[in-house]
């Protein structure tokens, strides 16, 4: 083994991997991480030149893959404490923006500060209130500094779902042929 897998990465982050980038490596759910982590470094040992498909990892060979699994998980887990001071960023910004982004009204004394956290918090696209926070930002500032936050793969996919699914719900039937009102 010549390289470490960053601890990081779980054992559904590595299976995610896996699958997503069609590795030959046969596993099972009731497999720990260490099990799995075997596999892949004998997949390294045994495949020198191995190249992928079109993948939102936007890996193209071994190499980069190593790479990838050597550094820390681009998408990991955030502890409460991180995730609270997180939300509670996005809701200072939120409530900057309920009163018509007044500086005085806020807990913010310059607008340097409002910047910096939203830089921050952009990062972590994935939370709902991130995302609000970005949304009421670039409507009132978006022409000066536009913020967009980083959404995970996994998080763009399920929200298309959800917007797909809201989408059925709301079609609008047509039904033409005659009909008679009654005003009473």
């Not at 918090?121 to 009132?140: H, M, P, Q, T």
């Not at 936050?149 to 996994?154: E, G, L, M, Q, V």
Request: charged share 30%; aromatic share 12%; glycine share 2%.
């Amino acid at each position: 083994m010549s390289f470490q897998i960053h601890k990081s990465f779980t054992k559904n982050d590595l299976i995610d991997i896996c699958n997503e980038l069609k590795l030959p490596i046969v596993y099972s759910k009731a497999e720990t991480k260490n099990e799995i982590q075997v596999k892949i470094y004998d997949f390294f040992k045994h495949n020198m030149r191995y190249t992928f498909s079109p993948n939102h990892y936007k890996l193209d060979c071994l190499t980069d893959l190593r790479m990838y699994l050597t550094g820390e998980n681009p998408n990991k887990r955030l502890t409460s404490k991180e995730k609270d001071k997180i939300i509670f960023l996005s809701k200072k910004i939120l409530h900057y923006a309920n009163n018509d982004y007044n500086l005085k009204c806020s807990d913010y004394k310059t607008e340097q500060e409002i910047i910096d956290d939203m830089y921050y918090i952009s990062k972590f696209g994935d939370i709902l209130s991130v995302r609000k926070a970005c949304e009421v930002w670039n409507k009132y500032h978006g022409l000066q500094t536009r913020i967009i936050p980083y959404i995970s793969h996994k998080k763009k996919i399920e929200l298309e779902k959800k917007r797909k699914y809201k989408m059925k719900n709301s079609q609008l039937k047509v039904e033409s042929g005659k009909f008679v009102l009654e005003f009473n």
